[in-house]
């Protein structure tokens, strides 16, 4: 039996890892997946990919993706802010969130979703699996520094990538294994020299990230690593080329894996917890 044959009868529990722009590629993973027949479990995500993981568990196919990634700018999803916490704000990527999802709640998902971030305060990383979808989404996706910090309960969160950009052990406690990670940001890094404070900050981000990116996709059966060589984090025409290479990278790694013994799910403290190897539940926000 191959690898799709078994993922076929299995399905497959998804995590989805940050990378701005990036995220786009994460399209042309689920349209391999849905060319394939491999039914998705549930799906944890961070930054880009809780984006693109909560579409999925909305409903929503890789060609409604598509078609609206090419029509994406900007502006649809920050606005200039005067700087105190960051740079831009996410109000406008929360409310077209709220206007794309189609659901305005967790519990209104069609598969098990998790978003995760980190709590800038207390440095804990928090999963978010309950409650209102957008704010936890905006949250996930608010690089520190850039964007300004979003508030979930009391707590400032910001992009859950300072601690577990690729949420492989999210992924499995959420919908069992096997688990096919996503990861974005940890490839050879081909030198582009930062041209404003926004490359400066999202470099930085990406290099502090880089030891998580490793220990999640460690974590998983599965691992696709797509070849983005120099395609930025800002650049939202390259649409194509970003959903190509995901395909390409997602295909070569379900022909390359060969799967062990699949583990199964465990139990998963309660939505809005503090989750991390080293801590224990901590108390809902």
């Not at 294994?177 to 981000?205: E, H, K």
């Not at 460690?218 to 995901?246: E, H, K, N, S």
Request: aromatic share 4%.
């Amino acid at each position: 039996m191959t690898t799709i044959d078994r993922l076929r009868a299995s399905g497959v529990s998804l995590a989805l890892g940050g990378g701005a722009a990036r995220g786009l590629a994460h399209i042309g993973v689920l349209k391999v997946l849905a060319e394939e027949g491999i039914p998705v479990r549930g799906v944890a995500g961070t930054s880009a990919g809780s984006v693109a993981g909560a579409f999925l568990c909305a409903g929503r196919d890789w060609r409604w993706m598509l078609a609206e990634a090419r029509r994406l700018r900007w502006s649809d999803l920050v606005q200039p802010v005067v700087p105190r916490m960051g740079l831009l704000g996410t109000e406008r990527l929360e409310r077209l969130l709220d206007r794309l999802l189609g659901v305005q709640r967790f519990e209104d998902l069609r598969l098990p979703f998790a978003a995760v971030a980190v709590d800038i305060t207390t440095g804990e990383e928090v999963v978010l699996r309950t409650g209102p979808l957008a704010p936890a989404i905006r949250a996930s996706c608010s690089v520190p520094g850039i964007f300004a910090p979003a508030v979930i309960g009391g707590r400032l969160l910001v992009d859950g990538g300072l601690l577990n950009d690729v949420p492989a052990d999210v992924a499995r406690a959420l919908a069992g294994g096997p688990v096919l990670a996503v990861g974005l940001n940890g490839g050879v890094r081909q030198p582009v020299r930062p041209r404003s404070i926004v490359d400066v900050l999202t470099s930085s981000f990406a290099i502090v990230a880089l030891h998580g990116i490793q220990q999640g996709l460690g974590g998983a059966d599965i691992v696709v690593a797509p070849d983005l060589g120099r395609m930025g984090y800002r650049d939202l025409r390259r649409v194509d080329q970003l959903v190509a290479a995901g395909e390409r990278a997602a295909r070569e790694a379900l022909a390359a894996t060969v799967l062990l013994p699949v583990q199964g799910a465990v139990q998963l403290p309660a939505l809005g917890t503090v989750q991390s190897p080293a801590l224990g539940p901590d108390r809902a926000p």
